[in-house]
């Protein structure tokens, strides 16, 4: 993830102090077992490259740079703690927290505006728990020493604020190559024999699924375990 990257160490052991400048949706993936990658380092910098990249120069999304990333400053690690905050936020509202007309505009919201409160911007928002609120907001604070100062911090923050007990929202879905249906009285609405479940089957590795027809499925016997 977005912490391995920034721990990288050099063939004689040094730090490299990757930043990777562009952490957006787009270069975020989410694969099938839950696990997110990080992807497309093109502008990446490591500190001894530094100075190669002229002063003043925007690289990256504006609506996703950090304040200091903005102004041509050096930039570190909570810089991409920062992008990852804006992501976050979008995660949750379904919009940008800020968003101008013109690039000027937004380069001054960026680097001088508070960003609005996520709960209660958009209807949907109240369930959201104030302590995932705190934390996502504090990964959007304009001085650096006051953001989670590790992605690895912010992974710890945002789990203490996800208490799954305290959040009135439903389970992730599972991906549709392991889609499990327990036993249920829909079973009996489609003829399936009692205690069984219905499997869906990935294609092959290499293989793409069928664009008509029937999806293969199995069924098999459930085990369920002794009280």
């Known amino acids: 993830g977005l912490h391995a990257?920034?721990?990288?160490v050099g063939?004689?052991?040094?730090?490299?102090?990757l930043v990777h400048r562009d952490v957006t949706p787009h270069n975020l993936f989410v694969t099938y077992d839950g696990n997110t990658k990080v992807v497309d380092f093109g502008i990446a910098k490591f500190s001894s490259r530094m100075a190669s990249t002229r002063a003043g120069t925007l690289?990256?999304?504006?609506?996703?740079?950090?304040?200091?990333?903005?102004?041509g400053r050096p930039v570190d690690r909570r810089s991409d703690v920062y992008s990852l905050g804006i992501v976050l936020y979008?995660?949750?509202?379904?919009v940008l927290p800020f968003d101008a007309a013109s690039t000027a505009d937004l380069l001054r919201m960026q680097i001088m505006d508070k960003p609005p409160k996520i709960i209660g911007r958009v209807?949907?928002?109240?369930?959201?728990?104030?302590?995932?609120?705190?934390?996502?907001?504090?990964?959007l604070d304009k001085?650096?020493?006051?953001?989670?100062p590790t992605a690895d911090t912010l992974r710890v923050q945002l789990l203490q604020a996800c208490d799954r007990r305290r959040l009135n929202v439903p389970a992730p879905t599972p991906p549709p190559s392991a889609i499990v249906v327990a036993p249920t009285s829909l079973e009996e609405s489609l003829g399936l024999p009692e205690h069984s479940v219905t499997v869906r089957q990935s294609p092959p590795e290499g293989m793409a699924t069928p664009l008509d027809g029937p999806t293969p499925r199995d069924t098999v016997p459930l085990q369920r375990s002794a009280p």
């Open 59 to 71: 690289k990256g999304k504006l609506a996703y740079m950090s304040p200091e990333q903005a102004f």
């Open 11 to 17: 063939k004689n052991g040094e730090k490299l102090n």
């Open 143 to 148: 001085e650096p020493n006051l953001r989670p």
């Open 90 to 94: 979008e995660c949750l509202t379904g």
């Open 123 to 139: 209807p949907g928002t109240d369930h959201i728990p104030p302590a995932l609120e705190e934390v996502v907001l504090r990964c």
């Open 5 to 8: 990257a920034h721990e990288l």
